[in-house]
């Protein structure tokens, strides 16, 4: 079937022709890769662009809520306006929720996956430097965000606000106000959507910046390549693929994935919560930190029942603050200072106090080891922020949760780096993953026991609890390490496979990519049917169009499978 | 590009399927942008019956005779929040009430006509109409009521903006433009036991600068049953 002979076809094709070269997409400056990066395990190197993907959707459904925020009555107006009457308002204003989330998540993801491997070293300390700021406004951001809609979490994350700047001296009431705005409830709200707002753009302006310098410097070469020495300079090799059409199509493949997850997660948490408010206010069917919809309003009677939970994202910090090793009334700053501050600072000059040229995690152990602990405190923070909130915290309760790992970790750390420096780490591949297999067990087990001991320590502080949440804590995050070095091992020692040549056969590509077109069209035409008014039904319109979306990039990937043999 | 030797038509194939998916997702999404930017409408289902409330009391005729009426400016809002309607009643002395008629009235832009209420009250005298003029917007005091002076000096509602005049002791008919409608007529009940004013429904035409009389606007709060009588000077 020699269809090109056919005019239809022929015409066609003249016009992608034209278009590709209207759009000068043949010659965009942008870095091209090797293949590996846009294979299976490729979205390890594509989180930056995941992170972009997400930013995407939250300007376009960020400005779409900006048309009926309110900040005159903004709980009324979101829960009681955009929630119950704007159409697919509750879609747009769970998966704006939900795509900052992704975002803050993939930026740690991002963030500790560049700082193991060393990709702070020159060439890209600026680089470094921008991405790291970039987190600490996009966390402001999200600050802003949640405190936006007046329900009884904002208020009492813009009261915990208030109080750490007020505490700031002789700056401290011009910075509130500068913040929050004069003490009205029209100011404050004001003051929260301009600096949502501006400080967006200001993301917008750095990642500018990010991706220039990304580009600019180009990607981290493998380490067989590198030889884990920086600089780490990727030369474009004439075997890697042009951008057109090669990673076009895989970054279509990506952002509608992407897109898709952002609007399905949200929609299956709207048809869990069934309505605007939570069903119960003491057993809510989502934790109210996971709530897709904003709590009760701060003057409702239930709003008893809720935490003073800050968004689970500065939770950490939230719990610092109970810590009773600050004392006096700047303690709230000292600690928001301690465990925020002095770790984004520490992140931000890493590129300028590790001068040396390793690259490999193990060469440069108190690096490694305080990033493994940033991960660790992070989540144990985290946790106990969630589990007892606002609960004070005497001293040796605090010594006993963060001596633990520190000793652990570091110590382990640097009994690795000599192992490693005697060339010991010559492991089989059969042997390192069995190992790995053996600390993944162990990891599962140890993570399971360190929660039981840690609910214990919470419900009934004893000694004993204690010792044992600190035992487990310790073991968990040295199991936890070995995981990581052992996949490690494992994956430099696995033997690289040449890739097949046809991923997938063409004909196979054809019939499953019949089946999800055909699927796609009838979810959108069952979909378009819903009422665009109501939690429920909104939540099964966005399963069904982030399902359309998902369906999409597997088509995506099925066309890269047969054609371009990734 | 060594791919053209692959069946092309299973190429063209899979690309229409990526297309059709993709553009079934962009429609869902098309679907909801659109719909989602339209914002829904804000008003009420169906015309409320409100009582007149006079400072903080039912309003009695006694409140309103022509001379206060024709003195100030006697507003109250129907059906929604910043929806003003005049209170008037009709004299063509200024001191004693002359009944108001059912008429209909007819509507210059159309040609077509409207059956207007007439007055309401012990003297069938008291009569309300919207208080937005109907050519181009202008809100009280800019358009206000002209109490009659003798018979040579009938009463009438002005607008001082572009001179739109309408006749109150008519069913608000246009005197002279350049307005080509009516004042839409605001219907009132008079309840001759407890001697108070409601306010029920409106005819005529739609409220100037609305697609109907019962959207486009803040409804009063819920539960409320009344609505405030206010007055403005006529210098004011």
């Known amino acids: ?566 | 590009m060594g791919e053209e030797s692959i069946d092309s038509g299973k190429r063209n194939f899979l690309k229409a399927m990526v297309v059709i998916s993709a553009g079934a997702a962009v429609a869902g999404v098309l679907k909801g942008v659109v719909q989602n930017i339209i914002p829904p409408s804000s008003g009420l289902s169906s015309f409320p019956e409100l009582t007149l409330f006079f400072n903080g009391n039912p309003l009695k005729y006694s409140d309103i005779p022509p001379s206060f009426t024709g003195g100030n400016i006697v507003l109250f809002d129907y059906p929604l929040q910043s929806d003003p309607n005049f209170l008037l009643n009709i004299s063509n002395d200024n001191k004693t009430p002359a009944p108001v008629e059912p008429m209909s009235v007819f509507i210059p832009a159309t040609g077509g006509t409207y059956e207007s209420p007439g007055g309401v009250g012990p003297d069938n005298s008291v009569v309300a109409f919207s208080a937005i003029c109907q050519h181009l917007g202008c809100v009280p005091p800019i358009i206000h009521y002209y109490a009659a002076g003798s018979a040579a000096f009938p009463t009438y509602i002005h607008c001082n903006c572009h001179g739109s005049t309408y006749d109150p002791s008519r069913g608000a008919k246009v005197i002279t433009g350049p307005t080509t409608h009516p004042l839409p007529a605001t219907i009132l009940k008079y309840d001759a036991v407890t001697g108070t004013f409601k306010v029920v429904s409106m005819t005529g035409p739609t409220i100037y600068g609305k697609i109907s009389d019962l959207t486009g606007g803040t409804p009063l709060p819920e539960g409320q049953t009344y609505t405030d009588v206010t007055t403005e000077s006529i210098q004011g």
């Open chain 1, 1 to 566: 079937m020699d269809i090109e002979k056919y005019k239809f076809w022929k015409k066609r094709q003249d016009v992608v022709e034209e278009v590709v070269d209207t759009l000068k997409l043949n010659e965009l400056p942008l870095k091209t890769v090797p293949d590996y990066m846009r294979r299976k395990r490729g979205i390890w190197y594509w989180t930056g662009a995941l992170i972009t993907i997400a930013f995407v959707y939250q300007v376009i459904s960020g400005l779409l809520l900006l048309i009926y925020y309110t900040p005159s009555d903004p709980y009324y107006n979101t829960v009681n306006v955009i929630i119950d009457t704007v159409p697919f308002g509750a879609l747009f204003l769970a998966s704006h929720l939900y795509g900052a989330y992704a975002m803050i998540v993939l930026i740690y993801i991002h963030l500790f996956r560049n700082y193991f491997m060393g990709a702070y070293k020159k060439p890209r300390r600026l680089q470094w430097v921008t991405g790291v700021l970039l987190l600490a406004i996009t966390i402001g951001v999200g600050f802003f965000g949640y405190s936006m809609t007046g329900d009884v979490l904002s208020s009492d994350a813009t009261d915990v606000g208030r109080g750490i700047a007020l505490s700031t001296p002789i700056l401290g009431a011009t910075l509130e106000s500068l913040v929050f705005g004069n003490g009205t409830s029209l100011s404050l709200f004001t003051h929260m959507l301009s600096l949502h707002i501006i400080f967006t753009a200001i993301i917008g302006l750095l990642f500018g910046l990010h991706f220039f310098l990304a580009e600019a410097n180009g990607m981290m070469p493998s380490n067989r390549k590198s030889k884990y020495t920086a600089p780490a300079v990727d030369k474009e090799d004439p075997s890697y693929k042009p951008w057109f059409p090669y990673n076009m199509a895989f970054m279509v493949q990506l952002a509608l994935y992407t897109f898709g997850i952002l609007i399905i997660i949200p929609s299956i948490l709207m048809l869990i919560n069934g309505s605007t408010v939570p069903a119960s206010a003491t057993n809510p069917p989502i934790p109210p930190l996971f709530s897709p919809f904003p709590s009760f309003a701060p003057t409702s009677p239930f709003a008893g029942y809720v935490p003073a939970y800050p968004p689970w994202f500065l939770l950490f910090i939230y719990k610092a603050v109970d810590f009773q090793i600050f004392t006096g009334p700047m303690s709230p700053l000292i600690a928001s200072t301690v465990f925020g501050v002095v770790p984004l600072l520490y992140f931000l000059l890493i590129p300028f106090m590790d001068g040396s040229k390793d690259l490999h995690p193990l060469a440069r152990p108190m690096v490694t080891a305080f990033g493994i602990l940033a991960v660790i405190y992070m989540v144990i923070l985290s946790a106990w922020g969630a589990l007892s909130p606002g609960i004070p915290i005497p001293p040796s309760e605090v010594y006993a949760v963060f001596i633990p790992p520190w000793v652990i970790v570091v110590g382990g750390m640097y009994f690795l780096n000599r192992m490693y420096k005697q060339n010991k780490f010559r492991v089989t591949s059969n042997k390192s993953i069995a190992s790995f297999l053996l600390f993944m067990f162990l990891l599962i087990f140890m993570v399971i026991e360190l929660a039981e001991n840690f609910s214990a320590f919470m419900n009934h502080t004893s000694a004993l609890n204690l010792v044992s949440t600190a035992l487990a804590g310790g073991a968990t995050s040295f199991v936890a390490f070995g995981t990581m070095k052992s996949a490690q091992v494992a994956e430099k020692y696995q033997p690289v496979k040449e890739p097949k040549q046809h991923v997938i056969s063409v004909n196979t590509a054809v019939i499953i990519s019949a089946i999800l077109g055909i699927f796609a069209v009838a979810v959108i035409a069952m979909i378009s049917t819903l009422n665009p008014v109501g939690v429920i039904s909104e939540g099964e319109f966005g399963l069904g169009l982030g399902g359309i979306l998902v369906i999409s990039g597997l088509i995506m990937r099925l066309y890269r499978a047969a054609f371009y043999h990734e």
